[in-house]
């Protein structure tokens, strides 16, 4: 053996999924990313991704856990949490008390939220007022098609669901931006400050209508329009949630369609990836759990978050179905003896931007899925660093199933960082670890995503079901 041949053993490198890629593998691949490409089209909000699980899981025979009497091994089942959260099962083999193999995705993603008193006329313009949701960098939601995703409430308790600006012959809407013949001032000052929370709002309606004894004729017109249309008032808007969203498509990305461009990656990526391998996993061992929930991009709150006890009482009523009931004592092994994939995106290395990343330690688009340990920010702050026993137990069946993997951190140490559900879910006195797709432009309204990452991550998820 040469010493290059010998160092090539020795030595870590990043590898990269193409390389050695089979052609059946790789038309798998792209395939995959095509129902991907329709899922994120059909998922924009939590809500929508929900009504989406469902749909696939039907399909694939999950029902209601309330439907069954009782459970036995083999069943698929799901729980659902206020159309925003839900729990897939596919009850294993072995006792509920060696614990549970979870795979856990959010379905939320940064967004626009209208304001609860939305609607003013500025101008001869109608407008919506919104409020960030997440981690936003203003300028990049100015001056592109924006689309108005959720739900609004009657008087008469009626759900309405609105979806305006993603059919071809739908209006959209958009958020004007400075023309930069006028922009000096605005252009001087940091990017942060360049555009404020309170002018990221939304353009809606120009044609003035009715009498001159309204002094607001634009929103007149607007409101007819929304009574007509929707059979809803300016009211009703105070118990709606309406999301603006980036109103385009999901796209292939590159002259070889190697990437996915999207709004909603982070964190529909795993989501989808989750839904996949629990959808194709036949009669674990361990119960399969893949576990979809909101509120990560504002820190896990809320009772459809991971910080909800939603996860508890399911895992609860799952034991108690299974035994007859549930003490504290079998919730507690069943809990402990669980093993979570915190399946949430990672920061692509950005050859634009390399000054943030240290790249021995920095996940690369097309280098598979990538671990990550720890996360947190300045000093491992938040982290929930996973043990060497568990992630070398990962490792090795990522290994023994042929998952092409990298190791990677939020940028340089001093530099950000950042959280995600798994230190909730080590809270609970769980193993967990970081693992999903390395994303770059991650949180703007057009995310990218290497083709072979995804696949990947699905691979990923599925080794772990059938062999942990
Ligand atoms: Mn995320
Ligand atoms: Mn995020």
Not at 128 to 144: D, L, M, N, V
Request: charged fraction near 25%; glycine fraction near 8%; include cysteine.
């Amino acid at each position: 053996m040469t010493d290059k041949e010998l160092y090539e053993i020795l030595k870590y490198s990043i590898k990269n999924v193409y390389k050695d890629m089979a052609e059946d593998e790789r038309r798998e691949m792209l395939d995959f990313a095509d129902g991907y490409r329709k899922f994120l089209d059909n998922g924009k909000t939590e809500r929508e991704c929900v009504r989406e699980a469902i749909a696939m899981a039907e399909s694939n025979g999950f029902v209601p856990f309330e439907e069954k009497t009782d459970l036995k091994a083999g069943d698929k089942v799901y729980f659902l949490n206020r159309q925003k959260n839900i729990m897939l099962c596919v009850i294993g083999s072995e006792d509920i008390e060696n614990g549970l193999n979870i795979v856990g995705a959010h379905i939320d993603s940064p967004r626009l939220d209208l304001k609860q008193n939305p609607l003013y006329e500025s101008d001869g313009m109608a407008m919506f007022k919104t409020h960030y949701y997440g981690g936003i960098k203003k300028y990049q939601w100015t001056a592109i098609p924006l689309a108005l995703h959720g739900v609004v409430y009657k008087k008469n308790g009626e759900k309405v669901e609105i979806s305006i600006g993603e059919k071809d012959d739908d209006p959209v809407f958009t958020i004007t931006d400075l023309l930069p013949h006028l922009a000096k001032e605005q252009m001087s000052r940091t990017m942060l400050e360049g555009i404020e929370g309170e002018a990221l709002n939304v353009l809606i309606g120009g044609i003035g209508a009715g009498s001159d004894e309204i002094s607001e004729r634009v929103k007149f017109n607007i409101l007819n329009i929304l009574s007509i249309s929707y059979d809803i008032t300016e009211s009703d808007f105070i118990s709606a949630e309406i999301e603006v969203v980036p109103a385009f498509k999901a796209r292939n990305v590159g002259l070889d369609n190697g990437f996915v461009g999207a709004y909603g990656q982070d964190d529909r990526v795993c989501a989808y990836t989750s839904l996949m391998s629990i959808f194709d996993i036949e009669a674990p061992k361990k119960t399969a759990v893949c576990l979809l929930v909101d509120k990560e991009e504002i820190g896990s709150v809320g009772n459809t978050g991971m910080l909800s006890k939603f996860f508890d009482m399911s895992v609860a009523e799952l034991i108690a179905k299974l035994k007859g009931s549930c003490d504290m004592v079998s919730y507690n092994r069943t809990i402990s003896n669980s093993a979570c994939l915190s399946s949430d995106v990672g920061a692509a290395f950005d050859p634009n931007y390399p000054s943030v990343s240290e790249k021995n330690n920095q996940s690369f688009a097309g280098g598979g899925l990538v671990l990550m340990k720890y996360t947190g920010a300045r000093g491992k702050s938040e982290a929930s660093d996973a043990s060497a026993e568990f992630v070398h137990e990962i490792t090795s069946i990522l290994e023994n199933n042929g998952v092409i993997w990298q190791t990677s951190e939020l940028g340089k140490v001093d530099q950000g960082g950042g959280g995600t559900i798994a230190m909730y879910v080590a809270n609970l006195n769980m193993d967990v670890i970081d693992c999903g797709v390395p994303v770059l432009s991650m949180h703007s309204p057009f995310e990218v995503t290497a083709k072979g990452d995804i696949y990947m991550a699905y691979k990923a998820y599925m080794a772990f079901y059938k062999d942990r």
